[in-house]
């Protein structure tokens, strides 16, 4: 099984911050793979994704899905941009995207943990459930396994208080779900608040 994970790390005295996908062989820096101001973009986005006017997360979109175009065996470049879109309020594309990370590679913790998530955060429990489960079974170190554990059961709470998707199809629920998603998925507060993984596969 192949082990991948991808790490948000500032450098001291710096105001930029890196973002690199480790594999098992190497390291690949998406300073590689993305111009300047869209790796700046993409580490604003795990910050605060409010920081991002409307353009910017246009343009993210756009370099995020031109950089799987040129390595699309990178499954987590393919998550970055679901996540992206997310920011972007365009919940079904973000989805669509997370689930062809997770069938380009099944084996991938972190496609199938962020799936899960947001499975989650949309209120389709079942599938959410499915896909955490999936990912505690690929967690190769005891942060990952807290990570889904955690996830796991914040899933089953709302499963057992009957909080599923289902007759909750306005304009303005589909909204408040995706703004709580973004900071939860992004901010570490609230995260830890609400017993949700909101970084990216720490070391």
Do not use: W
């Not at 795990?46 to 799987?68: C, G, S, T």
């Amino acid at each position: 099984m192949s082990h991948t994970s991808l790490t948000l790390s500032t450098r001291p005295g710096d105001a930029a911050s890196e973002v690199s996908i480790v594999t098992d062989a190497d390291e690949l820096s998406l300073a590689t793979l993305l111009p300047v101001n869209t790796l700046a973009q993409v580490t604003t986005m795990f910050r605060d994704p409010y920081v991002l006017e409307k353009h910017e997360r246009v343009e993210l979109i756009e370099q995020l899905r031109h950089a799987v175009a040129l390595e699309p065996s990178i499954v987590e470049l393919r998550v970055i941009l679901g996540m992206a879109l997310c920011t972007n309020f365009e919940a079904q594309t973000a989805l669509e995207e997370l689930r062809e990370a997770t069938l380009m590679a099944p084996d991938n913790f972190f496609a199938r943990l962020k799936l899960g998530e947001m499975l989650m955060r949309l209120r389709i429990c079942t599938q959410a459930a499915e896909q955490t489960h999936i990912a505690a079974q690929l967690a190769c170190h005891p942060i990952q396994s807290e990570m889904a554990r955690k996830q796991a059961s914040a899933i089953r709470t709302m499963l057992r208080e009957g909080v599923e998707r289902g007759g909750h199809s306005s304009p303005g629920f589909v909204v408040s779900v995706i703004e709580r998603l973004q900071r939860l998925l992004f901010s570490p507060s609230a995260a830890s608040n609400d017993q949700s993984p909101a970084t990216l596969n720490p070391r």
